[in-house]
């Protein structure tokens, strides 16, 4: 196995960082290829790999060889491949498999990755500039691509919900409205937790098809409510508590407050605001948020945020900013009540 980073010279660690996209696309080639589903039985050579995965079978060896040297499969024996635990998470049908999420970051993710240079210059989406649209126009019109983004949302995001419901308390709340809410992962297991209450789930008409049978398929259709719409429009009344988790990080603060004014205004002066995100620490200190706040600058045009940016969003929108829930993950919980 390759040594830890942190183990390496300053040249050498600079050098494996800024070789970051090898893996990137090692690892989307396997996902791709669907290699780990076809190990799920138990080993095989790269010659069987080859042939079902129609490869070339020295080519698919050597990527095989790279992956295992960094603990993505083990050679078993002799050019017979086997899962290992990281692998695993590349199978199709695991729970929190990350394979949507390494195909989508592989093709129009790094695509747009690649353009970071003009994002920086312009402080623009690297996205837009390439696809001459904005991120979930692109998504709506590309079905395919658009469910890849809603299986990919739970490979990135969907161990963030265990930890938001360790850490914060949603009893009390009767309707809970969760706005943007995709495929429906984290509406599925608030409800689960909390049997008494109700959801209303709100996202873009292309998603919502999909939204409703994965509710149906988790025995939920009957306790949510799955409405269509834009949330730059107007957001579903009725709910005394909305949530918006990774939404307002998607957009600049004009359009971040006009989502947030018509929360305020479906909420009216009771029930509260929770957006869940990442909060951008001060000063040099590591978190995720950083590179995430890159990615939405690069893609969707948005941006992570500090706490007092989050406190100016909330007070330009209605809201008073009560709490901030840290959980176990890198996001927290920000509360807001009606101002
Ligand atoms: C980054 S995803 C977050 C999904 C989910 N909340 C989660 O945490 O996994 C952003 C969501 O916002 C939805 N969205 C984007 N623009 C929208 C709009 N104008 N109106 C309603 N939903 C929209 C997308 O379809 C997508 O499901």
């Not at 780990?36 to 042939?51: I, Q, V």
Request: charged residues 25%; negative net charge; hydrophobic residues 40%.
């Amino acid at each position: 196995m390759e040594p830890p980073v942190t183990e390496l010279s300053p040249q050498d660690q600079l050098s494996r960082l800024s070789s970051g996209y090898w893996h990137t696309q090692a690892v989307y080639v396997a996902a791709k290829l669907g290699i780990a589903d076809a190990l799920k039985d138990g080993p095989r050579s790269a010659d069987e790999l080859a042939a079902l995965t129609q490869t070339n079978p020295r080519a698919l060896y050597r990527l095989l060889r790279a992956l295992a040297s960094i603990g993505i499969f083990v050679e078993a024996d002799q050019h017979r491949f086997a899962l290992t635990p990281m692998a695993e998470c590349l199978r199709s049908d695991v729970p929190g498999s990350v394979r949507s999420l390494a195909i989508m970051r592989g093709e129009w993710q790094y695509e747009a990755w690649g353009q970071l240079l003009y994002s920086i210059q312009t402080g623009r989406s690297a996205f837009e500039r390439i696809h001459k649209m904005p991120l979930f126009d692109y998504l709506s019109a590309n079905p395919e691509k658009g469910k890849l983004f809603d299986e990919a949302m739970t490979g990135v995001h969907g161990r963030e919900t265990s930890a938001m419901l360790d850490a914060y308390d949603f009893a009390g709340i009767s309707v809970l409205a969760d706005i943007g809410g995709g495929n429906g992962e984290v509406i599925s297991s608030i409800l689960k937790k909390y049997p008494a209450m109700r959801g209303v789930l709100f996202d873009q008409p292309s998603v919502i098809e999909r939204t409703r049978a994965n509710l149906e398929a988790a025995g939920l259709a009957a306790r949510c409510e799955v409405v269509a719409g834009n949330f730059f429009d107007d957001v579903p009344s009725g709910a005394d508590a909305y949530l918006l988790r990774h939404i307002i990080h998607d957009w600049d603060d004009e359009k971040s407050v006009a989502i947030l004014r018509n929360c305020r205004a479906a909420l009216g002066n009771r029930g509260k605001l929770l957006v869940v995100e990442g909060i951008v620490p001060p000063g040099n200190e590591a978190s995720l948020s950083k590179f995430f706040d890159l990615a939405m600058m690069v893609l969707p045009g948005g941006m992570e945020r500090t706490e007092g940016e989050y406190r100016r969003l909330f007070e330009a929108s209605g809201f008073v900013l009560t709490r901030i829930g840290p959980t176990k993950s890198w996001i927290s919980v920000i509360e807001g009540h009606p101002r």
